[in-house]
């Protein structure tokens, strides 16, 4: 039996939701803890969206309710002494998909950590993470992707690098839900990939905090 939260988002209680979520976090939940409940929740409506239960309408509204419970989570996910930048991250959605709202959370906690986010939005071409990056003299490139049709694309993002001599100057990392990690590191050349927000946060503050390449 799921918890409220995650059956509010199941049942696309889209004009609820905003409400529940402040009651969990007045009662003490960890915010990470709520952004767990509302993922699970997703991932069970894209299951049914999947097995023909649920139409795209109903796709959409989750996205609607996922959006309204953002609204209150995302401000403290990303809560933060804006001290010095512990580095630069360019990240966007790759070109061909438009999911958005784990771009939004990795980029939250990231801001969160100290990191500069340099945020590209969504159906990003492969060529301008490459431009940007070097524009911003970023330290890691991000690439959101949740459709298996677009994952791919981060090798052209690793290519393109290659092709102007400057693979060096950047880590890369894939993220999305249904991103495997051992098939993207071997398909696709990125340095990381993950399903989940926290470990990304994980991973970048190692590769930024000390670590050489
Ligand atoms: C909400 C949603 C939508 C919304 C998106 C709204 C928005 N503004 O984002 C809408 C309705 C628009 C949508 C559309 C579509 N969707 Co959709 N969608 C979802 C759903 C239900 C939830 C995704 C989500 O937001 N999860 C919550 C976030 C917080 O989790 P997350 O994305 O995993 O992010 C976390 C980590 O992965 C990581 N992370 C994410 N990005 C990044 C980036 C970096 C750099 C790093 C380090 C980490 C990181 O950190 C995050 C925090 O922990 C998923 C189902 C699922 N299993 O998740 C389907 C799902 C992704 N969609 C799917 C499909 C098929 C579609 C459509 C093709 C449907 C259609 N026929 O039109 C379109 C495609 C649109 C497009 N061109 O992009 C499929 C994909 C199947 C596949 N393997 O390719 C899924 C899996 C549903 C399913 N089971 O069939 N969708």
Redesign the pocket.
Known sequence: MGSELMNAVIDIRYDEIAGLVLSALKAGSDPLDV?GEL?EG??V???R??EGEYF?SQ??L??ET??NALEVLQPLLAATDQGESKGTIV?GSIE????????A??SSLLTAEGFHIVDLGVDVPSVRFVEEAEKANADVI???A????TQPQSRDVVQGLERRGIRDRFRV???????VPEYALAQYGVDAA?????E?VKIISGWLEGEQR
Do not use: C, P, W
Not at 146 to 149: E, F, G
Not at 194 to 198: H, K, L, S
């Open positions: 952004l993922r997703l991932r409506v894209g299951e969206y999947q795209l796709l959409f989750a996205a996922m959006k990240i061909g998909d438009i999911h958005d709202f784990g771009k959370i990795v991000g690439i959101s949740l459709l298996s049709t990392i894939l993220g999305g839900t249904g991103v993950v399903n989940d927000g926290v990304a």
